[in-house]
């Protein structure tokens, strides 16, 4: 992955650092790297993701869609 904007070493010294890493590899792909389930576990009530994205991670992480898409009137996938 490659941030363009922030120094990676310096973000990886800090937790919030660290969720913004991994933030930014599950909405814009991890490119070469591997995301680490148990990292997604451990941070994810604290993770800023798109609402599609969140929905296919809780669906292939848990086995189930906990977050509902706020207008229920629309078909979301």
């Not at 148990?38 to 994205?53: E, I």
């Amino acid at each position: 992955m490659f941030l363009w904007d922030y120094d990676r070493k310096e973000l990886e010294k800090t937790e919030q650092g660290r969720i913004l890493i991994l933030e930014r590899m599950i909405n814009y792909g991890p490119g070469e790297e591997k995301i680490k389930l148990a990292d997604v576990k451990k941070y994810w009530d604290r993770l800023n993701l798109f609402p599609q994205t969140k929905r296919l991670m809780e669906l292939l992480i848990w086995g189930k869609v906990q977050s509902s898409p706020k207008n229920k009137n629309k078909f979301w996938i």
